[in-house]
Structures are given as C-alpha cells and as structure tokens.
C-alpha cells in the first residue's frame, strides 16, 4: 500500500463553521505534513509532524488546527476560516524527518476547499 | 533561503515528440531534486529524483539530468503520449533542511493528439 488516503475530496464551509480533514497513511511512515495550494501555483508547506509531535509550524494562522493522533492518522481542524483560505489542501507522508537524508514525499489526492 | 525558478510555464508538443523542462536552483547546498506529477484534480505524484552524486537518471521515456556547476537540473520526456498532459513541478532539498522541498513554479505540459 504505497496510498495516502485524504477525505473529504471536497467541502464547502461557511466562515462560522467547524471542519476537518482527515489523512491516513498505512506505509510506516513517522513523517506526515499539511500542504496548501492555490491554483495554478507550487504547494505551500503549512505543518510537519514528526512521530506524532509538531516539528514545524510554518506560521500558519491558528484557525488551522492540526492533529496526529498517531502515525497513521492526521486531522486539520477548521474553525472561523475566510473566503481566501478556499484551496487545496495537501496531505503527504515520508519515512521519516530527521533532516539526515532527504525523504522521498507521497501526497495524498487533497481536499479541495471552499469557504463561503 | 533555496529559490528554484522553472521554465517554460507552459509547453505544448505533438504525441510523439519530446519535452523537455528546465529548472534553475540558488543553494549549492542542494543535493537532492524530485520531480512531480500532478494531474487535474490530484496531488502532485512523485515520478523521478535525483541526488547531487548522480548526473543522470532514467526511468523508462522519463529522464533527469543535473548540471551542480552550472546549479540546474532539466525532466525530459520522450514519446510524449496524451497521458503526459499534467503540471510537472521540480523541486530542491537541502540535507538537513527543516523546510524540506522548494518547489518551482510549474509547468503546464499538453501533449497533442
């Protein structure tokens, strides 16, 4: 299973709702991270996590919660979000983050999202 | 920090022809270099890398090659066919960066019919 598995593919909100997305990974990867992108544009890095802990934090508003609850799963909760956070979003998973050695990234499909 | 620029933004070639995409990097720290599919509605797939230690790598009608002097790296691809019609993204990564990847900016490759 080489899959990274994002639901919901797509989601419309209102800018007083709260949402989440979801991420899984079966590959035994201890690396996971939250991407956004804009069309027509690169992806933009927002979180990485570590086995399980926040190494990075790309100065990402804190209506973007981020969740691991354990290797294989990585939640992106939604709350009060605004009409230009409509986008993208990308999960991916690498075998590790040790900044040792560089990590082949496996995306995920995304969540295309729209905030009303 | 690293800077990647990637030219052309878009390309347009007949089935059966080659294409060839060009990416130029700032940091010569830089030493490893992947390259990315991503086809409309998906994410961006991993299709082929390269380390600094290697100058050339194929995989069957895909091709990188990397110059370190000159600090740029190029995807080609030969016998195009339909199914090549994505954005292609390069992309750069510093051993021991935390930021992991710089991405370019894209390129838009239609393959002709």
């Known amino acids: 299973d080489t899959e990274v598995t994002q639901t919901p593919k797509h989601l419309v909100m209102g800018m007083t709702n709260k949402k989440s997305l979801k991420c899984e990974q079966h590959?035994?990867?201890?690396?996971m991270y939250w991407y956004k992108q804009k069309a027509k544009k690169p992806p933009e890095l927002m979180f990485v996590y570590s086995y399980e802990k926040l190494s990075i934090n790309e100065s990402v508003p804190s209506r973007f919660s981020p969740e691991c609850p354990n290797s294989s799963l990585l939640n992106l909760h939604l709350h009060a979000l605004q009409p230009e956070d409509s986008a993208l979003y990308l999960c991916?998973?690498?075998?590790?983050?040790?900044?040792?050695?560089?990590?082949?990234?496996?995306f995920g499909s995304g969540t295309q999202l729209s905030v009303l | 920090g690293e800077n990647v620029e990637q030219h052309p933004s878009t390309l347009s070639v007949q089935e059966g022809d080659s294409a060839v995409i060009k990416c130029t990097y700032s940091?010569?720290?830089?030493?490893?270099f992947p390259w990315y599919k991503q086809e409309l509605g998906k994410g961006p797939q991993l299709i082929i890398d390269i380390r600094s230690n290697v100058g050339e790598k194929k995989d069957q009608r895909i091709a990188v090659t990397l110059n370190k002097t000159a600090k740029h790296f190029s995807l080609h691809i030969t016998e195009t066919q339909p199914e090549d019609s994505a954005v292609y993204f390069c992309a750069a990564s510093i051993k021991g960066s935390a930021r992991q990847l710089t991405f370019g900016s894209g390129t838009q490759l239609t393959v002709l019919p």
């Open positions: 940091d010569s720290a830089s030493n490893y």
């Open positions: 590959m035994g990867h201890r690396a």
């Open positions: 991916a998973s690498s075998l590790q983050y040790t900044g040792a050695v560089n990590e082949k990234l496996f």
